[in-house]
């Protein structure tokens, strides 16, 4: 039961997020007509809200808006801040809203504390300070997550909905190429150069490159989590 509470939790996460930049984008005017939760690879369930088309998957170490990238990089530099931070901001926002509604204004205080942690604890990754052994995939924060709800089932419920929520926003926030944070600062130097051609195509280029490399690195925590659960 903890188990699928957690997933359950980490899937209303990934949709909060990728909401906001749905939200922002449909504001902006920005077309979409696809959301992805976790990667659209199979196993996957296609259906379709107000003519968009969404796809969930259980490969849940991300997901999606299809707005063309090339759009947003040629727009203005405030549009692009939105678009991109509007993802991370819904996910700060479920998590103070759930904080405050549990424990009234104190819960502000709450939400600030694991703010300030997730945000520690990001800087410390980048800094190389904490290593890649340290670093779970979905599976291995499902795994522990659960045991929390097990003890506790209502305040553990809250504390991981917490927990996963601002990490996933400061995560996302973090200056790396093809996360929220690495979309901005490479936005901005696209602006700062009048979204020149040459300087968008190599934008398109970082972005897939460091992609590609997180995809190979969750590919790599979620083997090494499924060998440390079995064995």
Not at 12 to 35: P, R
Not at 109 to 130: D, N, R
Request: charged share 10%; glycine share 8%.
């Amino acid at each position: 039961m903890s188990i699928f509470v957690v997933i359950l939790q980490l899937v209303l996460v990934l949709v909060i997020h990728e909401w906001g930049h749905a939200f922002a984008a449909s504001l902006l005017g920005f077309s979409f007509d696809t959301i992805f939760i976790g990667l659209p690879i199979q196993p996957k369930k296609t259906f379709y809200f107000r003519g968009k088309e969404i796809i969930v998957s259980p490969w849940l170490v991300g997901g999606g808006v299809n707005i063309k990238e090339e759009d947003i990089l040629k727009s203005t530099f405030l549009k692009k801040t939105i678009v991109y931070s509007a993802g991370p901001l819904a996910n700060i926002a479920a998590g103070l809203i759930v904080s405050y509604l549990t424990f009234g204004k104190a819960g502000l205080m709450v939400a600030w504390m694991y703010i300030k942690a997730s945000f520690f604890a990001v800087t410390m990754l980048l800094t190389g300070h904490i290593g890649i052994e340290q670093v779970s995939s979905p599976i291995g924060v499902v795994a522990i997550t659960h045991e929390i709800v097990d003890v506790e089932f209502v305040f553990g419920t809250i504390f991981v909905w917490l927990l996963l929520n601002f990490s996933v926003a400061i995560i996302n926030l973090a200056p790396v190429p093809a996360l929220d944070g690495g979309h901005i600062w490479i936005g901005a130097i696209c602006s700062l150069f009048k979204n020149k051609p040459g300087i968008i195509k190599a934008a398109k280029i970082l972005n897939y490159t460091f992609l590609v490399l997180i995809l190979l690195l969750m590919v790599f925590l979620l083997a090494r989590d499924i060998i440390q659960l079995i064995f």
